[in-house]
């Protein structure tokens, strides 16, 4: 049996398989992208250089509320200190802390008793926040539906909102 994929597949080469093909079975995957609302913005910063600039966008942007992924508890709770440190009022959230706190820090953080939130992936679907206006990848996930759930968490109901990324030319950030 001969299968052929769709999902982007352009109307001439579909047509041109066919003719090539004895009777293929054609299967249509459905490609996750980030909802039409969000802006998408990528800055190139090392990864001694992160938390700096991090610094620099909070202070110095309209951020009305943001959630902040990175890719390990402990960088989680590395940003979390070096925010705190800089009078960022912030909380964390990762698998490391007990599910009433991380509900507790979740319900303050949805009442707007303070702005950042950081948290790994824990964080990165299943959850609605109103009015979410930023969320940052501090550092990019290695899936793209990880990507795409992650800035998932603003823009919704036909809201606006801003995705960042950082990014930089090593493997391992």
Do not use: W
């Amino acid at each position: 049996q001969t299968l052929m994929f769709s999902a982007t597949m352009k109307p001439d080469i579909r047509k041109f398989a066919y003719h090539i093909l004895k009777n293929p079975k054609q299967i249509n995957l459905a490609v996750s992208k980030p909802a039409a609302g969000i802006t998408q913005q990528a800055y190139l910063v090392n990864d001694h250089n992160k938390t700096a600039f991090l610094e620099y966008l909070i202070t110095h942007s309209q951020i009305t509320n943001m959630i902040i992924f990175a890719s390990t508890k402990q960088k989680v709770d590395d940003i979390h200190r070096a925010l705190t440190r800089q009078k960022v009022d912030c909380k964390a959230i990762h698998s490391d802390k007990e599910q009433i706190e991380r509900n507790e820090i979740l319900r303050n953080f949805k009442a707007k008793n303070f702005r950042v939130l950081v948290a790994t992936d824990i964080l990165s679907r299943g959850i609605d926040i109103d009015g979410l206006s930023h969320v940052l990848n501090y550092d990019v996930p290695d899936d793209p539906a990880d990507y795409v759930h992650r800035v998932g968490r603003t823009a919704r109901a036909d809201n606006k909102g801003i995705a960042i990324t950082f990014i930089n030319d090593t493997k391992d950030q």
